[in-house]
């Protein structure tokens, strides 16, 4: 979104050259895009006085991405706090009097919870479960934690593999989760380990770690949860498995920790989720798609505030925000969210009696996430802009003047960044279209440049502004040094603009979102702006899509790149892991309407193909099978056009390392160099 023109990205084989050299005709190296860090997960101590946050970086030797947990303490720099050998840090979480910082790590027995001091020293693990912890909040009175973690294999499973091997029925075998809660007993003398508890030894100084108990059975699987302010209960989301489909049907429950008492208290026919509790503990929020069973996909999500009290009925608030609702909290200053409007990114207050809604003044244009100190009167939160990284801010609610906690940006100073303007177009039938252009730095509007396309994926995903876009495996600041502009459209069904716009390509995508891309590239024409002997274009998982339905119905690119892309929507439909969503945007099975899926599919236009194509694909790929990339690549050969696949090997859907990052850009530069500039550009590689 899970022979000689194959070529098969293994380290096995070579070592890239990972000095910082940029590449022939750019200053900034492909290297140094891929390794800039990145701050996310903000959160505020309960006096609102210190913000923890999480530092993304690359390590190359390990060929892995590192999270690290930082610390700004009020008047002080920021430093890091945590440091996970061969492993991350992740999920910071303020114990409620502030002193303790609890987050996940794997320090050699799987994802265990550690807690360290706000003021410093090492880290201690408060749990020692047999399987991965994977969430965990603090009971309000901070005395205990409550955690979810899979089931242990079991005993007949392991017989069975035992005599019979490795196989399994799909979609019918998988691990539930549950809850389970653990006593926080801080600073343990000697440490869990220094003693060591042996059934003949009478050592007094023997320490073992808290004992978790169970607190929830049943055969279904827990996805999120949270305590209830008051400490007396925990709702949480439950689903009959963790499959992604069955999502669908999830319910909210609300357990009562001390009898151990659970009530089903939303169960509507599809998809509910819990969201935050009321401060007063008797009602909480759920997001829901309700009845809907056939549009979840791409239409808003509904959010309902829900008494506890049995027999009362749920209340749906801010009903007339179009567009999805995310990131809920509800606090003593009211209820907060955040929302997409065009490719702004706003907090929002709503008055939980009221119903009203309106956007909190003074914060930058794109949020990322937010959390609030315990009284409600302090934030901390990412945001970014056109022209910075994303940062870590801390604020007052009221009158707010962000301060500034982080300077990632320093990272970009000096780089010829992309300069962003958000455009905006008619499509071909009509519909208004948005998309983000970024120039070089030095441009010209004089000349006439090489375009490049870049297709978001989704198709529920957005494009904004920014200095750096691409980073992941197209070189979009090389390209814009160079002398390119950057085209990303927000094609139909992208968010931000509303429901009925993200529902305009059902029943017609590949073809709606073609004329959505191809006029706005006859509006850059239009303008001006844009060399049309020289254009190309891109995109993965649906942008990917796009660029295949591009490759066998248009020949106005000189190249094209299809990452991870749907070339035939019944070899998806059959083999992805979410059927429903061919289901909902082509509004039929195979079976039921053929001929909506060959309309829509690239592979049934492949004898009008004639531009050069490089396909990328994840090995493992279950959102995307890799079945696609070979098809379409087949294709492509049989009509006689130029065509290459290259398979990441261990990947699924997204390409997560950064050494195969680096491979992927370099696949990216040098394709479009052949086609679109007429160059021969070849990836360095140093032997062992």
Not at 33 to 43: F, S
Not at 331 to 349: A, M, N, P, V
Not at 377 to 398: D, G, K, N, W, Y
Not at 613 to 633: C, F, M, W
Request: glycine share 8%.
């Amino acid at each position: 979104m899970r022979n000689q023109f194959i070529y098969v990205c293994s380290l096995f084989c070579f070592v890239f050259s990972l000095g910082a050299s940029a590449q022939p005709g750019a200053s900034v190296s492909f290297e140094q895009v891929v390794a800039l860090r990145q701050v996310g997960n903000p959160v505020i101590s309960p006096d609102g006085q210190h913000v923890a946050y999480t530092v993304r970086s690359v390590d190359w030797k390990e060929n892995t991405y590192d999270t690290e947990i930082w610390l700004a303490r009020s008047g002080e720099a920021p430093f890091q706090l945590t440091r996970t050998a061969k492993g991350s840090s992740t999920d910071p979480k303020w114990s409620p009097d502030g002193r303790w910082l609890a987050f996940l790590a794997d320090r050699g027995d799987k994802a265990q919870i550690q807690v360290i001091r706000a003021a410093g020293g090492e880290a201690q693990p408060i749990t020692k479960e047999s399987e991965a912890i994977s969430a965990f909040e603090w009971s309000p009175d901070g005395k205990q934690l409550a955690f979810i973690k899979n089931e242990k294999e079991s005993k007949a499973l392991k017989n069975r593999k035992e005599r019979y091997g490795s196989w399994a029925v799909d979609d019918e075998e998988f691990e539930l989760a549950h809850l389970w809660l653990v006593p926080f007993k801080p600073d343990p003398m000697p440490a869990p380990g220094e003693m060591p508890c042996l059934s003949d030894s009478a050592n007094a100084d023997c320490v073992t770690l808290p004992k978790a108990t169970r607190l929830s059975e049943g055969a279904f699987t827990i996805t999120t949860f949270d305590w209830s302010p008051d400490g007396t209960q925990i709702a949480y989301s439950f689903q009959n498995n963790p499959l992604i489909n069955s999502s669908k049907g999830s319910d909210v429950a609300v357990l009562n920790v001390a009898t151990r008492k659970t009530t089903t208290i939303v169960n509507t026919a599809f998809g509910d989720f819990f969201a935050a509790w009321a401060p007063d503990s008797k009602s909480f929020l759920y997001t829901t798609s309700a009845d809907d069973s056939t549009g979840y996909f791409y239409r808003n999500n509904r959010v309902f505030r829900q008494p506890i009290t049995p027999g009362c009925k749920p209340q749906q608030v801010a009903s007339d925000f179009d567009e999805n609702i995310g990131s809920l909290s509800w606090t003593s200053e009211g209820i907060f969210f955040l929302g997409y409007q065009k490719t702004k990114r706003h907090l929002y207050r709503l008055d939980p009696v009221s119903g009203r809604f309106s956007p909190v003044p003074g914060l930058p244009e794109q949020i990322a996430g937010v959390h609030f100190s315990k009284n409600g009167q302090r934030m901390a939160f990412s945001a970014s802009s056109a022209t910075t990284l994303p940062e870590i801010f801390r604020s007052e609610l009221v009158n707010p003047k962000p301060e500034q906690l982080t300077a990632m940006s320093q990272q970009i100073a000096g780089w010829p960044t992309a300069q962003s303007e958000v455009i905006r177009w008619k499509s071909t039938d009509g519909a208004e279209i948005e998309g983000v252009l970024h120039k070089p730095k030095n441009y010209d509007p004089s000349k006439k440049y090489p375009l490049l396309v870049m297709i978001h994926g989704g198709p529920t995903g957005i494009d904004v502004p920014t200095p750096v876009p691409g980073g992941t495996v197209y070189p979009v600041l090389q390209w814009l040094e160079k002398g390119a502009l950057v085209l990303r459209p927000n094609y139909r069904g992208s968010a931000g603009y509303g429901e009925k716009f993200r529902a305009l390509n059902g029943r017609n995508l590949g073809v709606g979102d073609m004329w959505d891309v191809m006029s706005g590239v006859d509006e850059l024409e239009k303008r001006g702006l844009v060399d049309p002997t020289r254009m190309g274009c891109m995109g993965w998982s649906q942008g990917g899509y796009i660029s295949a339905f591009l490759t066998t119905n248009t020949t106005r690119f000189k190249a094209i790149s299809v990452g991870a892309g749907i070339s035939n929507w019944v070899t998806y439909y059959v083999s992805t892991d979410i059927h429903p969503f061919t289901r909902q945007y082509l509004k039929a099975t195979p079976w039921q309407d053929m001929e909506i899926y060959r309309k829509t599919s690239p592979m049934t236009t492949i004898a009008n193909a004639k531009t050069p194509t490089l396909i990328q694909h994840g090995e493992l790929d279950k959102r995307v099978p890799i079945s696609n990339a070979y098809e379409l690549l087949q294709g492509l050969q049989d009509v006689g056009v130029p065509a290459k696949l290259i398979v990441y090997k261990g990947f699924g859907h997204g390409i997560t390392k950064p050494k195969e990052r680096l491979a992927a850009t370099w696949h990216n530069w040098e394709w479009f160099g052949k086609y679109l500039f007429g160059e021969t550009k070849e990836m360095p590689i140093a032997t062992k």
